[in-house]
Nanobody
């Protein structure tokens, strides 16, 4: 069973920065992709940033140029550096790890979430 533990959330003023961490219970290089999602009250969970095993990254338009996803294989940890934060970035942020088991099956693993609150 894979466990993902997020940390680094908190309260920050608009324009500030936070770095989220996601520590995995196994080597992150074993996942086909890892990413960060967020869910604001009353809204659906949305993709914020993802990174494939090959290093390709994908960002939501709303965070491009402000957020950066990275990975430290030695620490089995994925990070989300968030700069120039805006009140609309306020949400619970979830770490996701995706593993393709076979051609017909993909397993998704989720962390418990960490709250990010940006005050105006």
């Amino acid at each position: 069973q894979v466990q993902l533990v997020e940390s680094g959330g908190g309260l920050v003023q608009a324009g500030g920065s936070l770095r989220l961490s996601c520590a995995a219970s196994r080597s992150v290089s074993g996942f086909n992709a890892m990413g960060w999602y967020r869910q604001a009250p009353g809204k659906q969970r949305e993709l914020v940033a993802s990174r494939t095993l090959g290093g390709s990254t994908n960002y939501a338009d709303s965070v491009k140029g402000r957020f950066t996803i990275s990975r430290d294989n030695a620490k089995n940890t994925v990070y989300l550096q968030m700069n120039s934060l805006k009140p609309e970035d306020t949400a619970v942020y979830y770490c996701n790890a995706r593993m393709r088991i076979n051609i017909a099956r993909i397993d998704d693993y989720w962390g418990q979430g960490t709250q990010v609150t940006v005050s105006s």
